[in-house]
Each structure stands twice: as C-alpha cells, then as structure tokens.
C-alpha cells in the first residue's frame, strides 16, 4: 500500500469517526435533558403531524438505536424506543426531524421524490460495485474494475442527493418545534446542536465514498502504467 492509500483511508475513517462521535456525544448530553413542557417524542411527532394536516400518517416504535425514519412508502414516522417514549431535547429533535421527511413528502419535496425514485439504483450498485471492483483487480481486468468504481459513484450521488433532503428536514423540524412552542428558546439551542451532530454524519458519508473512489482510481491508474 502507497503512502497515498494510507493517507486516503486514514482520513475516510477520522471523518467518519468523527461524525460518529459528534452525534454520539450530541445525543447521550440531550437524552439526558428533559424538556420543560414535559411530553414525548411520540407527542411531539403527533403534534407536528397534526398541524401540517397529516392526522392520517401514524408514528410507530422501532426496534434498535437512533433507527429513526420516515417510510414514505407506507405513510409512517417510525421512532425508536428512546426516541418514541423521551421526554427529552433529544427526543423532541429526532421526532421532529423525521416529522420534517413527512411534511417534504407532502409537499412533493424535489430532493426528496429524486432519492426515493433511484433508491432501487443504489441497491444494486451497493451490492455489485465491489464485487466488480474485488473481480476487476483480482483478475487484472481494469475494466471491470472500473465499472465497479462507476456503481460506487452512484452511491457518492445518492448521498449527495440526501444531503440537502436531511438539512431540510432538520430545519423544517426546528421551525415547527419553535412555532408550536415545543421548546422554549433554551432548548431550541440543544435541538440545533443535535440536528448539527446528525447533519455532520451525512456529509462524512460523502466525503468518505469521495475518498474512496479517489483511492481506487489511483489504483487503477497505477496498475494499468505498470502494463
């Protein structure tokens, strides 16, 4: 491995170990914060949903850790546990971000409707590209190689695509729980923090896979000099 590999996958895992670590300390200082108006993340997502007219979306309790999501498929805020049952500034975040996907659906949100619609695309890209790429190198089928660098390029442009769906629906989210006086100007300050935290993590994705379809292209380039 070159020096410039090394550097390549060093700086991929800081970054996202960073990220890691920001919403992981944003999130264990929040949960341990009660909010003052004392309700849960299932209230504060019923209460969101409700004044943007979407009474008809219900909000379910998922297994798991921070697995929070909206499922425009089936019209469904899915909360987990500490999430569903908080009555915290971390609670009240994470409902109302996924909230802000409910209310992006509704409104046609173009970002939004674009991720969904290439979500197929990127499974399979996922699920072949390194494997055309390992086949590619394995080998010495340059080739192959690179058209598993091409399915990994569609995954950096789905992330690249999420990015501005998830910083809308954190800042939908911050303009509800202000506007519905879920949070008081306090705690509006928290819930910025751990929307922040959360954001940082999509943007280490993309920098990562950046980083990695850098690397193998270097890698491709080098072996195809040596023949």
């Known amino acids: 491995m070159d020096i410039i590999s090394l550097i390549l996958i060093v700086s991929a895992l800081a970054i996202v170990s960073f990220a890691q670590f920001s919403i992981s300390s944003a999130y264990s200082k929040y949960k341990q914060i009660s909010l003052k108006k004392d309700i849960s993340g299932w209230e504060v997502a019923r209460t969101i949903l409700d004044a943007n007219g979407l009474e008809d979306l219900y909000i379910v309790e998922t297994k798991g850790n921070l697995t ?22 971390a609670a009240a975040s994470v409902a109302a971000h996924e909230c802000g996907h409910a209310i992006q659906d509704k409104n046609n949100y173009t970002f939004l409707r674009i991720r969904s619609s290439i979500i197929p695309i990127v499974n399979l890209s996922s699920k072949l590209g390194y494997f055309a790429i390992l086949l590619g190198f394995l080998f ?3 080739d192959l190689a690179l058209v598993g660098v091409a399915l990994e390029v569609v995954i950096l442009l789905f992330q690249l695509i999420t990015l501005p769906v998830e910083i809308d629906a954190s800042k939908r989210a911050k303009v509800e729980l202000k506007k519905l006086k879920i949070v008081n100007s306090s705690e509006l300050d ?3 923090k751990m929307l922040k935290a959360a954001a940082s993590t999509y943007v280490a994705s993309v920098l990562s896979t950046l980083l990695e379809i850098i690397r193998l292209l270097l890698i491709i380039i080098s072996q195809n000099d040596r023949d």
């Open 68 to 89: 929070d999501h909206y499922d425009p498929v089936n019209k469904v805020v899915r909360l987990s546990s500490d999430i569903y049952h908080g009555k915290t500034i």
């Open 140 to 142: 010495n089928m340059l």
């Open 190 to 192: 928290g819930t910025d």
